[in-house]
């Protein structure tokens, strides 16, 4: 592996190569300022690594996702969210002792502090969940202060995936005026979470075998992605020691925006619209080929996927499957499979590989499971908790870590001085 040599102002530096387990290549820059005066740029950070992980492997040319050296449609297939949880937050999959202490853990902490559902009380009901979950997963570190403590680092990690599930149900339920039910010890992660969507004390909700099946599908296809934007932000507030609650409350934030986890509300608002416009999806594939439009596809395009995102493979066929088996039908799946089909043949997006991604066909299928459309990313935030958790601990683990602190190039005025008549 030779070393990259920089030529700069007429002087030569040696920044060390090093490659990773599957042979990706990186140079460190680390001491580059220090011994040239120059930094690097990379708007986005596309090219750029912020660390070494051994959480979860993607190749993006050929649509690769592996979680701790397992591939995605395996885990997706045999597994369960939280026997996926214990493998990417402890790196191995857990015996049948642990995994059965571990699902027992994340019953038992699935009752959230009282006084949290009383605060949930006070917000509009009009307040969006996402909003609802990054205060109340911030308010978790008020309600728990051993939450910096290391020795109670793991019970933590446990109330965190415990209850994040319970927040986000009581948070729908507040908002449509409905009593909450408690959560159940007997019932598995996905089930718990769709009983405390959809049960009231007055009327048991039973979770079938494919709705339970279909949910653990979706939580273990979130499950984690690497550097993505909420995830390196889970990392970049953990990197100051502040405690995990803050830390991921910061990434629910980041996830919520529109370009990253809010897509799959965005894929559904578009498609209605286009069925609203008479399901002319030509019509907005031509608009999103046009920058002065300002309409993008959403659900389509990655950073990293430049030929296909397995998830949304799994997804697209997931979602014909559940529909058949739940006896629904809906005119948007139809249209996302034009759009997809019109899209994959237009060079406009061959020529910027973009394809689906995970938001474009989950949304079909939430909607079919009677989610509602603004829950979709708090559906998404729910599966993303335990790659958030893995990610702040290994940064903490870290022997290269250290507070994240970018550099810039200024480009504002050069000195001037304040006008003394004022
Ligand atoms: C997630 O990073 C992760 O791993 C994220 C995620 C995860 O699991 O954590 O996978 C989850 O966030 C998936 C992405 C969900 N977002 C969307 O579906 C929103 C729509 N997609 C885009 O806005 C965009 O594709 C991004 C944000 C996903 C990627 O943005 P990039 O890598 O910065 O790409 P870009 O904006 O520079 O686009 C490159 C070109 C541009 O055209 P040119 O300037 O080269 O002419 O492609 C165009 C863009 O205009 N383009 C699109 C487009 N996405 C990119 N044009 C139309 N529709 C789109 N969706």
């Not at 660390?51 to 190749?59: L, N, P």
């Not at 039908?329 to 406009?348: G, H, Q, R, S």
């Not at 939430?366 to 603004?374: C, D, E, K």
Request: proline share 5%; hydrophobic share 40%; with cysteine.
């Amino acid at each position: 592996m030779d070393d990259a040599n920089l030529q700069l102002n007429g002087q030569d530096y040696r920044l060390p190569s090093f490659e990773g387990t599957e042979g990706e290549v990186a140079f460190d820059v680390s001491k580059l300022r220090a011994a040239s005066n120059a930094i690097t740029y990379d708007p986005g950070y596309g090219n750029t690594g912020s660390c070494k992980s051994a959480i979860t492997f993607i190749d993006g040319e050929k649509g690769i996702l592996r979680y701790r050296g397992y591939p995605i449609e395996q885990l997706a297939k045999h597994s369960t969210f939280s026997e996926v949880a214990y493998l990417l937050v402890y790196g191995d999959l857990p015996t049948a002792e642990k995994l059965e202490q571990w699902r027992q853990d994340l019953a038992m902490h699935s009752f959230i502090h009282e006084k949290m559902t009383r605060l949930l009380e006070h917000f509009p009901l009009s307040a969006h969940p996402m909003g609802v979950l990054s205060a109340l997963t911030a308010s978790m570190s008020t309600f728990y202060p051993d939450s910096t403590d290391a020795e109670h680092l793991d019970l933590n990690v446990r109330r965190l995936l415990g209850q994040v599930k319970t927040i986000a149900a009581y948070s729908y339920k507040q908002s449509i005026g409905e009593p909450v039910v408690y959560p159940r010890r007997d019932l598995g992660y996905a089930a718990n979470f769709l009983r405390l969507m959809f049960a009231t004390p007055a009327e048991e909700y039973h979770v079938s075998e494919v709705l339970d099946r279909v949910m653990n599908t979706l939580l273990i296809l979130h499950a984690d992605h690497e550097q993505n934007c909420s995830t390196s932000t889970v990392r970049m507030v953990g990197s100051s020691e502040a405690n995990l609650y803050a830390s991921v409350s910061a990434g629910v934030s980041a996830l919520w925006g529109r370009l990253h986890g809010g897509a799959n509300q965005a894929v559904i608002e578009m498609l209605e619209r286009i069925q609203a416009d008479g399901g002319d999806y030509k019509k907005y594939t031509e608009m999103a080929k046009d920058k002065n439009s300002g309409f993008r596809l959403m659900g389509f395009g990655h950073r990293v996927y430049k030929n296909f995102d397995p998830r949304a493979t799994i997804l697209k066929e997931a979602s014909d499957e559940v529909l058949a088996e739940l006896g629904v039908t809906d005119p948007l799946l139809d249209i996302a499979k034009n759009l997809e089909e019109i899209a994959l043949k237009d060079d406009f997006f061959i020529e910027r590989k973009l394809y689906p991604n995970v938001d474009f066909y989950s949304g079909i299928i939430y909607r079919a499971m009677g989610i509602p459309v603004n829950m979709f990313t708090v559906l998404f935030a729910i599966g993303r908790m335990p790659g958030w958790i893995a990610h702040w601990l290994e940064m903490r683990e870290d022997p290269d870590g250290r507070i994240h602190r970018p550099r810039q190039i200024y480009i504002g005025p050069t000195e001037r001085s304040y006008p003394k008549a004022r």
